[in-house]
């Protein structure tokens, strides 16, 4: 005979024989339809006699008697959605070089086979971003290394539909296949609105300057004031003030 066990606790759900009415061989095959309701989620394996099946010559079967052999888990026959999207990287600013980790969580444990791809707004070039790791779990990750000329206020993807499949899948543990659908950018649950993330690889510029360019008559106990493109913290080295008809100074930063 065959049974079915509960594999949480090695319960017995229900046997059967080969002559019964929910067994079926034909050619090859085997078709088991369990006379009892079996529950969402839970995980179950089944045993076969030895000789309870033979093949044409006599040769007989010997049977399933490990719980690892033919194991299963039921789904519930609705497709994992995505419920979240943010980032395992802190929030703040990150230039040319950097790493910011993308998380796309659905509504249950996946299943991720080959390479798919989320696409972020990242300036005048957007990038395509490869699924880094979290199959068999219910977060998936995407490894997104800034490169030079990508730019952000508040880094985001591209539409709702910027993740895609690449030729892979994701699915349940049933196969049911996954919605790829992403929270409305801006809205509850996207990158954007979960994260303030700034990708910034633009070097400050000078836009002005106090003296201005080529001032004469400056006064003596003049401060020098220059402003840039943007906010800018103190860096190392000196500040250099040279004189045209005189040996040049140099200035140490200010602690």
Do not use: C, M, W
């Not at 006379?35 to 007989?60: F, H, R």
């Not at 971003?129 to 206020?153: A, C, K, M, P």
């Amino acid at each position: 005979e065959t049974a079915i066990y509960l594999a949480s606790n090695d319960s017995l759900v229900e046997t059967a024989t080969v002559t019964s009415g929910n067994v079926a061989v034909s050619g090859s095959q085997v078709t088991i339809n369990p006379v009892a309701t079996l529950t969402t989620g839970a995980s179950y394996y089944l045993l076969a006699d030895s000789g309870l099946l033979a093949d044409e010559a006599g040769n007989t079967f010997a049977g399933i008697s490990s719980s690892s052999t033919l194991n299963f888990s039921v789904g519930d026959g609705a497709a994992p959605t995505i419920t979240n999207v943010t980032s395992s990287t802190s929030n703040g600013r990150y230039k040319a070089g950097d790493s910011v980790v993308i998380q796309v969580i659905f509504s249950e444990t996946v299943t991720v086979t080959s390479t798919p791809q989320i696409t972020l707004e990242t300036g005048n070039t957007d990038r395509i971003v490869n699924y880094s790791g979290g199959s068999t779990t219910n977060t998936l990750e995407f490894t997104y290394q800034v490169q030079s000329g990508d730019n952000s206020s508040d880094l985001a993807y591209v539409s709702t539909s910027a993740l895609n499949l690449n030729g892979g899948a994701i699915s349940d543990a049933s196969g049911t296949p996954a919605v790829l659908t992403l929270p409305t950018i801006a809205g509850t649950g996207s990158l954007d609105a979960n994260k303030a993330i700034v990708i910034d690889t633009a070097a400050p510029t000078v836009v002005s300057s106090s003296p201005v360019v080529s001032e004469t008559g400056t006064a003596l106990s003049k401060v020098i004031t220059v402003t840039f493109s943007e906010n800018i913290q103190r860096g190392s080295g000196p500040i250099v003030l040279r004189s045209v008809s005189y040996t040049h100074l140099t200035l140490p930063t200010k602690a």
